[in-house]
């Protein structure tokens, strides 16, 4: 459900960190068992189903349960201080259980162990198993090592790996929609950002092992797809020298952009919707846009997360754009996809020289281009990152958090006011399941990305709705199937 979290002042939503995600029970109950909890991005969600993948090849089952795991294994973030800082909570809890289960593996996954490395190892004891985001194929491994007793650490980084050939075991799913990686690592930089440095370098991922995937999941009554990557505009893959003639025979494309990927997926199957995240304002480009608005089925929603609506502060924050260049691919959005067209954002506030006046362009950018929906963050210094180097952390944290309550407030105006414009509408609504305060009500999400409340009836999982919208809140939109 897009609804906002208030948490210790910071706003997290379903796509950014401190969420748990526990993994499925799958029990064959002949091997050992595998606990894995996911905290941060959709990456990582998507990366720890690649990790049941590879230890389901090994032989191990995967349980919901953590007091009967054999292996339990944290996939953590380190977006900001408070990530880490519940992960460490979570290591503490887990050494209790520890004690009564001395022979329980501990690991630590994804972009933590790889911020960390061996440290980790000496900071919390109760660690066996270091392994970063780039290493998990490494995983039989480095588990074979713990029990031989010694502590196993792989923190490699990669700049081809793509895990394309390995099919992710759905982990938590509703049967209907399901996230693919496209792509990972990311070169950007923005100077407030640890993403580059705990993900790697940006490389893609094989086009046609993505629409192989599209297409098994299709067939295995999958109706959504969200394409995943930290940039998905510089998507861009190329076959291999060696690979050339034979994709030429076939007729295949030499180079794939995010724009002819998106066309691709879409041309999977029309039942199949395709959504994406994440888009950068500095690289979205018409041809992406244009692609949307050919196919019905790429959902008219884009998470393009603007920071800061100040030029200085973009540019201290190393974005590659400027307010302007912004409010121009609003623009382009509005008039190629219309007014309907979903749009959300990331903010920071209180970054690194920050000035009231400069806060204010945020609020006043907001009030242009009236965003959906927000995930909205104070500004944690992150170590070794280029602000981290160059910059005071010098707005001080009470200013900080007064700015983000000033943004939450705004947000919460336009959400509603978003929500208030599609009330008497009818939308196509994709069924996700029971609502969350009743098994007497379905859910499901339109094009853009909104929560959609309506009586069950008879109606299942998986179909096809068309919602007639009567009433609704800032979260969610309130209606009955008209036919
Ligand atoms: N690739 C995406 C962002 C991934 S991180 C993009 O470029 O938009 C998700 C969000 O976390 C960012 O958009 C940013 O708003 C927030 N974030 C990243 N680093 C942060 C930091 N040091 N402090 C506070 N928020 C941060
Ligand atoms: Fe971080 Fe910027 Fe890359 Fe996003 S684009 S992951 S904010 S460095
Ligand atoms: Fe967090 Fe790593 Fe994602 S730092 S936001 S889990 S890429």
Redesign the pocket.
């Known amino acids: 459900m897009q609804q906002l979290i208030e948490d210790l002042g910071v706003l997290d939503g379903t796509e ?1 960190c401190e969420t748990v995600n526990v993994s499925k029970e799958n029990n064959t109950g002949k091997n050992r068992k595998l606990y894995i909890e996911s905290y941060g ?1 959709q990456m990582n969600f998507s990366d720890s189903e690649i990790v049941a993948s590879i230890l389901a090849k090994e032989g191990f089952d995967t349980t919901a349960d953590i007091n009967t795991a054999d292996v339990v294994f944290l996939n953590t973030c380190s ?2 201080e408070k990530a880490e800082q519940t992960v460490r909570n979570r290591l503490t809890q887990i050494n209790t259980l520890k004690k009564q289960k001395p022979e329980m593996l501990v690991g630590v996954l994804g972009c933590m162990a790889e911020r960390l490395k061996s440290k980790l190892l000496e900071e919390e004891k109760i660690v066996d198993l270091v392994a970063g985001p780039d290493a998990y194929r490494d995983l039989p491994q480095l588990i074979g090592q713990v029990d031989d007793g010694e502590k196993a650490v792989n923190t490699f980084l990669s700049r081809e790996e793509t895990y394309a050939d390995i099919s992710p075991v759905r982990l938590n799913s509703n049967g209907v929609t399901a996230f693919i990686s496209i792509m990972r690592g ?1 070169d ?1 930089m ?1 100077s ?4 580059p440095f705990t993900r790697g370098r940006e490389r893609s991922r094989d086009p046609y092992s993505i629409v192989a995937e599209a297409t098994d999941l299709f067939q295995r009554g999958y109706r959504e797809v969200t394409l995943l990557g ?2 998905v505009d510089s998507y861009k893959w190329s076959h291999e020298e060696n690979n050339k003639a034979f994709l030429e025979k076939k007729g295949i494309n030499d180079v794939v952009n995010f724009a002819q990927l998106l066309e691709m997926v879409a041309r999977v199957n029309p039942e199949l919707r395709i959504r994406f995240s ?1 888009s ?1 304002p500095k690289d979205i480009t018409d041809d992406v846009l244009h692609t949307m608005a050919r196919h019905e089925n790429i959902c008219k929603y884009i998470h393009l ?1 603007v ?1 800061s609506g100040n030029t200085r502060v973009l540019e201290v924050m190393n974005r590659g754009y400027s307010r302007e260049w912004y409010i121009n691919k609003i623009d382009r959005i509005r008039e190629i996809l219309g007014e309907d067209c979903g749009i959300s954002s ?3 506030t209180g970054f690194c020289t920050e000035t009231e006046e400069e806060h204010q362009d945020t609020l006043t950018l907001m009030d242009y281009v009236k965003y959906d929906f927000a ?1 909205m ?6 170590p070794g990152t280029l602000a981290a180097k160059k910059f005071a952390d010098d707005v001080p944290e009470a200013v900080k958090k007064r700015r983000l309550q000033e943004i939450i407030q705004k947000q919460n105006e336009h959400s509603l006011l978003r929500n208030q414009r599609d009330v008497g509408k009818v939308f196509t609504v994709l069924i996700e399941g029971h609502s969350k305060k009743s098994t007497d009500y379905l859910q499901g999400r339109n094009s853009a990305n909104k929560v959609v409340v309506f009586p069950k009836e008879h109606f299942q999982k998986g179909q096809y709705v068309n919602v007639l919208v009567e009433k609704c809140t800032g979260a969610t939109l309130l209606g009955k199937v008209v036919s």
């Open positions: 950014a991005c977006i900001r990311c950007n923005c407030f950002c640890v993403v930290q940039n994440t950068h997360p920071q990331d903010m920071i995930y963050f104070f500004y944690s210094e992150r």
